[in-house]
């Protein structure tokens, strides 16, 4: 390892232009525009974004010195973002946020006029991985390196256009069909030779990415399927010293399992059962519907729950949990999902009781800031050099990448605490352990 990390004055500063590219234009991408458009005009409340309105405590508790976190981790200007998208249908932003149908008209009325200047770019597609949709706003190329080649272009000119100083890409579009790395994507050579050959193993997001790495921007993942999450891309962000982040946005159910099973385990108790299921009819719903998909994130949401109870080191509390997850497409709920989470735990001598949790959520209102905070950290990442995998980002993720050899870090308070301890120490301030035994004893070591 010889990279070594910016901290404080030595960070790039965040000037001029930053513009977030995006494949998906659906129900987030769009809500997420229609709100920084609306907060550029200072008519919106940021709530849900740490980038936006979070606070971050400096010092000892006794100084009760907090600071914003965007002025203190010197993040970038939401108004010096620029936005570009790619979809497989023309619809503008406009159009395309009335279809998402999560936004009041009035929302999406007051910011018209940006959001009808926002015209995706014709998407790299294939059916195969998308099954349930069907569109005609698609690239053409003999081979998926012309179409990564077209990506590359497409970047190019949206950085001279809009004068960008820098660019990140976040994948918004839909979850492809499940699959695991295949010898195509061992190494950098194969992949390009794959590109070239159209091995069929590499998929759409992989030439977004690809794409985006190539020209040295960062890259993160908003839905579980692979994209860089394989040797082959990971070679290539390390190779060109470019920030990956992923994979699919911490939101609803997921979010709220991250918050009550690390407090389960706190106390040490058993749980038997995790019964999880949803009703969801927006788009996301339709293509979760095909199996493969579905088997996408399915795998990202059954992963949360071993690593916080760790049934390794408590066999006695969690080895025989049955754990299941369910997903129903429901057209007449849109974008607002409902879940429900039977959990069946016990106590002291073996007891059993039972939480029920109800959430009505709405997927794409708690996704926005997510999104947003993950392009501004994930500039500020590659501002201070901090490349590969961007792990204190885990705090946004249901199914965080991590370094071979570590286990990923589910539970949303220690993600919590490695966000803000990571900004911290990029800004050369004093981490905090919380431990407060200073505020006690003299911790001066005894001496003989
Ligand atoms: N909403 C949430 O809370 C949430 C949480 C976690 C993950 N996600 C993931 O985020 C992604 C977006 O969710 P959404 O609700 O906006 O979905 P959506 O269906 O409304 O939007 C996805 C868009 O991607 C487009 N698309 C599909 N394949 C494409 C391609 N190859 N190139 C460019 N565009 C393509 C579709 O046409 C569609 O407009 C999904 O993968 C979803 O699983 C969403």
Redesign the pocket.
Known sequence: MNKTILRGEKIAPAEGKLGVLI???????TTLLAGVFALKKGNNKAFGSLTQMGKIRLGKRTDNKFASIKEFAKLADIKDLVFGT????EDSAYI?AQK?AVLKSSDIELVKEELESIK?MA????KRF?KN?D?NHIKKGQNKMELAEQVIEDIKNFKEKNNCARMVMC?????EAYAKPSSVHDSLKNFEEGLKNNAPEIT??QI?AYAALKMKVPYLN???HLTTDCNALMELAEKNEVAVGGK?????QTLMKTILAPGLNARLLGVNGWFSTNILG???G???DDPESFKS?EVSKLGVIDTILKPDLYPELYDNIYHKVRINYYPPRG?NKESWDNIDIFGWMGYPMEIKINFLCR??I??APVMLDLIIFADLAQRANMTGILEWLSFYF?SPIVKKGLYPENGIFVQRSKLLNTLRYLMKEELITHTGLDYYYDLEEEKE
């Open positions: 494949p998906g234009m659906g129900a987030v991408t790619w979809d497989i249908f395309a998402a995706p998407a790299v597609f294939d998308v949709l569109g994948w918004a579009g839909s979850t759409p997001s977004y908003g839905a579980p699919d946005f911490k939101t609803g927006n788009r996301d339709e293509v979760l994130k974008d997927d794409s708690l996704a249901k």
